[in-house]
Protein backbone atom coordinates (compact mmCIF):
# COMPACT_ATOMS: atom_id res chain seq x y z
CA UNK A 1 0.00 0.00 0.00
CA UNK A 2 3.07 2.22 -0.18
CA UNK A 3 1.85 3.15 -3.65
CA UNK A 4 -0.90 4.96 -2.54
CA UNK A 5 0.65 7.31 0.13
CA UNK A 6 1.23 10.95 -2.52
CA UNK A 7 5.02 11.92 -2.48
CA UNK A 8 5.55 14.77 -0.59
CA UNK A 9 5.98 18.41 -2.21
CA UNK A 10 9.21 20.21 -2.74
CA UNK A 11 10.86 20.97 0.51
CA UNK A 12 11.68 24.24 1.51
CA UNK A 13 15.21 24.20 0.86
CA UNK A 14 14.99 23.12 -2.79
CA UNK A 15 12.18 25.94 -2.61
CA UNK A 16 14.44 28.77 -1.58
CA UNK A 17 17.52 27.16 -3.38
CA UNK A 18 15.16 27.50 -6.78
CA UNK A 19 14.20 31.17 -5.77
CA UNK A 20 17.82 32.00 -5.00
CA UNK A 21 18.56 31.42 -8.79
CA UNK A 22 15.70 32.86 -10.27
CA UNK A 23 16.68 36.16 -7.99
CA UNK A 24 20.06 35.64 -9.05
CA UNK A 25 19.00 35.06 -12.71
CA UNK A 26 16.39 38.06 -12.82
CA UNK A 27 19.22 40.10 -11.59
CA UNK A 28 21.08 39.17 -14.23
CA UNK A 29 18.51 39.93 -16.53
CA UNK A 30 17.99 43.30 -15.61
CA UNK A 31 21.55 43.77 -16.01
CA UNK A 32 22.18 42.89 -19.41
CA UNK A 33 18.92 44.93 -20.23
CA UNK A 34 19.95 47.99 -18.52
CA UNK A 35 24.05 48.08 -20.41
CA UNK A 36 22.20 46.95 -24.12
CA UNK A 37 19.55 50.52 -23.08
CA UNK A 38 22.67 52.40 -21.79
CA UNK A 39 24.77 51.62 -25.33
CA UNK A 40 21.79 52.51 -27.50
CA UNK A 41 21.72 55.20 -25.72
CA UNK A 42 25.54 56.16 -26.02
CA UNK A 43 25.22 55.60 -29.38
CA UNK A 44 22.71 57.76 -30.47
CA UNK A 45 24.40 60.49 -28.58
CA UNK A 46 27.91 59.89 -30.69
CA UNK A 47 25.90 60.09 -33.74
CA UNK A 48 24.36 63.20 -33.03
CA UNK A 49 28.08 64.41 -31.57
CA UNK A 50 29.03 63.41 -34.63
CA UNK A 51 31.70 60.64 -33.82
CA UNK A 52 33.88 59.29 -36.59
CA UNK A 53 34.16 55.68 -35.28
CA UNK A 54 31.45 53.86 -33.20
CA UNK A 55 34.04 51.87 -31.64
CA UNK A 56 35.74 54.97 -29.45
CA UNK A 57 32.48 54.24 -27.29
CA UNK A 58 34.50 51.03 -26.48
CA UNK A 59 37.28 54.43 -24.56
CA UNK A 60 33.98 55.73 -22.24
CA UNK A 61 32.79 55.24 -18.83
CA UNK A 62 29.33 54.23 -18.85
CA UNK A 63 29.40 52.61 -15.36
CA UNK A 64 28.39 56.60 -13.99
CA UNK A 65 25.29 56.71 -16.28
CA UNK A 66 21.95 56.36 -14.32
CA UNK A 67 18.43 54.49 -15.78
CA UNK A 68 15.68 56.22 -14.34
CA UNK A 69 12.47 54.65 -13.45
CA UNK A 70 11.19 55.76 -16.98
CA UNK A 71 13.73 54.29 -18.78
CA UNK A 72 15.83 57.17 -19.81
CA UNK A 73 19.71 57.00 -19.47
CA UNK A 74 20.90 60.22 -17.42
CA UNK A 75 24.09 61.63 -18.54
CA UNK A 76 24.63 60.60 -21.75
CA UNK A 77 24.80 64.16 -23.54
CA UNK A 78 26.62 65.56 -20.99
CA UNK A 79 29.42 62.58 -20.88
CA UNK A 80 29.46 62.66 -24.73
CA UNK A 81 30.19 66.71 -24.56
CA UNK A 82 32.62 66.05 -22.19
CA UNK A 83 34.44 63.69 -24.25
CA UNK A 84 33.87 65.92 -27.16
CA UNK A 85 36.07 68.10 -25.20
CA UNK A 86 38.88 65.94 -24.34
CA UNK A 87 38.98 63.48 -26.94
CA UNK A 88 38.00 66.04 -29.96
CA UNK A 89 40.17 63.31 -32.40
CA UNK A 90 37.33 61.03 -31.78
CA UNK A 91 34.64 63.45 -33.68
CA UNK A 92 34.28 64.95 -37.02
CA UNK A 93 35.47 68.77 -37.23
CA UNK A 94 32.48 70.75 -37.10
CA UNK A 95 31.97 72.66 -41.01
CA UNK A 96 31.78 76.26 -41.13
CA UNK A 97 29.69 75.61 -44.85
CA UNK A 98 25.96 76.05 -44.62
CA UNK A 99 24.53 72.04 -45.29
CA UNK A 100 21.48 74.11 -47.21
CA UNK A 101 21.72 74.97 -50.82
CA UNK A 102 22.03 78.36 -52.04
CA UNK A 103 18.64 80.10 -52.99
CA UNK A 104 18.22 80.00 -57.32
CA UNK A 105 19.51 83.70 -58.11
CA UNK A 106 16.84 85.49 -60.27
CA UNK A 107 17.79 85.88 -63.83
CA UNK A 108 18.82 89.45 -64.55
CA UNK A 109 15.84 91.28 -65.98
CA UNK A 110 16.23 94.44 -68.32
CA UNK A 111 14.58 96.98 -66.65
CA UNK A 112 12.33 98.38 -69.46
CA UNK A 113 11.89 101.86 -70.42
CA UNK A 114 8.74 103.21 -69.20
CA UNK A 115 10.42 101.83 -65.39
CA UNK A 116 13.14 104.17 -65.96
CA UNK A 117 14.29 107.69 -64.72
CA UNK A 118 14.71 110.08 -67.60
CA UNK A 119 18.59 110.16 -66.06
CA UNK A 120 18.40 106.02 -66.58
CA UNK A 121 16.90 106.09 -69.86
CA UNK A 122 19.87 108.48 -71.20
CA UNK A 123 22.36 106.82 -69.92
CA UNK A 124 20.88 103.17 -70.98
CA UNK A 125 20.41 104.49 -74.26
CA UNK A 126 23.68 105.72 -74.68
CA UNK A 127 25.27 102.68 -73.78
CA UNK A 128 22.87 100.79 -76.33
CA UNK A 129 24.04 103.63 -79.27
CA UNK A 130 27.70 102.74 -78.42
CA UNK A 131 27.84 99.00 -78.64
CA UNK A 132 26.68 99.12 -82.96
Given amino acids: MSDDVPKPLLGIEELRARTDA ?3 QLRESNEA ?7 AELKAEALRAGMVDLDGLKLFDSTA ?4 DTGEVDGAAEL ?3 MKREK ?3 FASASSSSPTA ?10 RATEMTAEEYRI ?3 ELLRRR
Fill in 22 to 24: LEK
Fill in 88 to 90: PWL
Fill in 65 to 68: LKVS
Fill in 80 to 82: MAR
Fill in 102 to 111: PPQAAPMRNK
Fill in 124 to 126: ARA
Fill in 33 to 39: ARASLVR
